[in-house]
Every structure is written in structure tokens, then in C-alpha cells.
T-cell receptor
């Protein structure tokens, strides 16, 4: 039973446009959410996180939105750049289990010229 | 120098071999983790160490044996592995495992393991 789901395995966006990556979760005990980016032959790189006490967190071109009632989070990248092409993983952890990150299967983003 | 370094990057071994994966972190963190990523599956947590003490074993078979001699080094000793153990093994570190605060985990580039 997958507790963190990324239902879109891939996404293609034109350079300069907005990329929106989605993630759904089922465990209501999750209270900390993260996005990681992964290039081929490299490990995941931490991108941005959000705690359940917030509904938005912004860092430069990256914004994460959290909708707790829908158990949904999204990552917005504006404007998208070719260097953003990578696999993006959503992850979550819960109160008292901060060490246990549960990951989604990832979405491959391709930013085209 | 990268924050979390894993060696070797690639490893091919037979089912009867014994080998070890090494992870070293230069971030001053106190918690270290082993993850497994199989094809088309999400990353799976295997082990967690906090201040050199193992705090989590996620029902991992005994043919995988972790060792954490200090907060900067983590090993994964492998013996009599099965073909289904072929995967990418990732090490990560974070400041510490603290139930009261959230800190991101930082990953190494992984060891790609193939079992013949």
C-alpha cells in the first residue's frame, strides 16, 4: 500500500512556462513534506520542504503548496529551465517518526526549448 | 568535497561473495541512513543510525548487516545476497533524529549493486 503517490510518471513543459508536479498521500499522520530532485547517476538532492502548519513555502523559483484536507501537495517551478529536467520525488514523514521518510515513485520532468 | 560520499559507485558480485558498501558524510550530521531503490519502486528505508546507535531496522534480511563506527561513517556489509537484491543503495545523513524537529536528509550518489 503506497502511502505517497505521484500519479504522473512524466511531464513535459516548455522553457519559461510553469511546471506543476503533484503528490498525494494517504497517511493523515504525515506532517512534514519534502521534494527532492534527482539527475541520472546522482543521488536525490533536497529541494524544498513544508511543515503541516503551513500551506505554502517558497524558495526562489520553487514553491510548494500543501492542501491538508485533500492530502495533496504540489511543487511549482516558475519559470522552468532546461536544467530543471530531472526526476522529482515527493517524500513525507510523520510526528514521532521524523527519521522515516516515505517516498513517492517520482515524476520525470522534461523542460523543452 | 561532496557532502555525502559513497563507495564504490558500482559493484558486481556473486551470490556467495562478501562485500561492503561505504558511506562517509562531511556535513557534521549525527544521523545516517541506508535506503534501497529497486527499479520502478520508491526508495525504501533500510536502517537508521542516530549518534552511532541503530534506531530503525525496517525488517531488512540479515544478509544485510550495517555498521556505524562513528557519526561520519556508515557501512553496509553484504553476504550471500540474492538476485532480487540488485538495486541502487543510497546513503543519507541528517543533523539528527529528533522527534521534535524536522530536518531534510542529504543523499550520496549511491552504489549500483548487481548480483549475478
Amino acid at each position: 500500500d503506497q502511502q505517497v503517490k505521484q500519479n504522473s510518471p512524466s511531464l513535459s513543459v516548455q522553457e519559461g512556462r510553469i511546471s506543476i508536479l503533484n503528490c498525494d498521500y494517504t497517511n493523515s499522520m504525515f506532517d512534514y513534506f519534502l521534494w527532492y530532485k534527482k539527475y541520472p547517476a546522482e543521488g536525490p538532492t533536497f529541494l524544498i520542504s513544508i511543515s503541516s502548519i503551513k500551506d505554502k513555502n517558497e524558495d526562489g523559483r520553487f514553491t510548494v503548496f500543501l492542501n491538508k484536507s485533500a492530502k495533496h501537495l504540489s511543487l511549482h517551478i516558475v519559470p522552468s529551465q532546461p536544467g530543471d529536467s530531472a526526476v522529482y520525488f515527493c517524500a513525507a514523514s510523520g510526528t514521532g517518526t521524523a527519521s522515516k521518510l516515505t517516498f513517492g515513485t517520482g515524476t520525470r520532468l522534461q523542460v523543452t526549448l | 568535497e561532496t557532502g555525502v560520499t559513497q563507495t564504490p559507485r558500482h559493484l558486481v558480485m556473486g551470490m556467495t561473495n562478501k562485500k561492503s558498501l561505504k558511506c562517509e558524510q562531511h556535513l557534521g550530521h549525527n544521523a545516517m541512513y541506508w535506503y534501497k531503490q529497486s527499479a520502478k519502486k520508491p526508495l525504501e528505508l533500510m536502517f537508521v543510525y542516530n549518534f552511532k546507535e541503530q534506531t530503525e531496522n525496517n525488517s531488512v534480511p540479515s544478509r544485510f548487516s550495517p555498521e556505524c563506527p562513528n557519526s561520519s561513517h556508515l557501512f553496509l556489509h553484504l553476504h550471500t545476497l540474492q538476485p532480487e537484491d540488485s538495486a541502487l543503495y543510497l546513503c543519507a545523513s541528517s543533523q539528527e533524529v529528533d522527534r521534535g524537529s524536522n530536518q531534510p536528509q542529504h543523499f550520496g550518489d549511491g552504489t549500483r549493486l548487481s548480483i549475478l
